[in-house]
């Protein structure tokens, strides 16, 4: 069974940081794009971030300088890197994994989701 599993959310002051994961089951995911999105209360879900299969990583303006992604191959475990939060950032964080593997924006493309993780920022 194909599955990704997020982890790492909580309750972070803003100006904090947190690092969440995603963890992938069922196969490997190298030759996949791997991406990050939230859903703040009452909005759509929003791109965030991804990481390409050729490397590239490609970020929403708003969190350019402040988000970081990074893959572990050895773990299949994609990782998400937050520093100085916002409260506006408030949301649930989602991975999800596209077979296309060019690092695309839009959620869908992507035919993978994990069930998310809960992240609320402090103001």
């Known amino acids: 069974q194909v599955q990704l599993v997020e982890s790492g959310g909580g309750l972070v002051q803003a100006g904090g940081s947190l690092r969440l994961s995603c963890a992938a089951s069922g196969r490997t995911f190298g030759r996949y794009s791997m991406g990050w999105f939230r859903q703040a209360p009452g909005k759509e879900r929003e791109f965030v971030i991804v990481s390409s299969s050729g490397g590239n990583t490609y970020y929403a303006d708003s969190v350019n300088g402040r988000f970081g992604i990074s893959r572990d191959s050895a773990k299949n475990t994609t990782y998400l890197q937050m520093n100085s939060l916002k409260a506006e950032e408030t949301g649930v964080y989602y991975c999800?994994?596209?077979?296309?593997?060019?690092?695309?924006?839009?959620?869908?493309?992507?035919?993978?989701w994990g069930q998310g993780t809960q992240v609320t920022v402090s103001s």
């Open positions: 999800a994994a596209d077979h296309l593997g060019w690092g695309s924006r839009r959620i869908g493309d992507y035919e993978i």
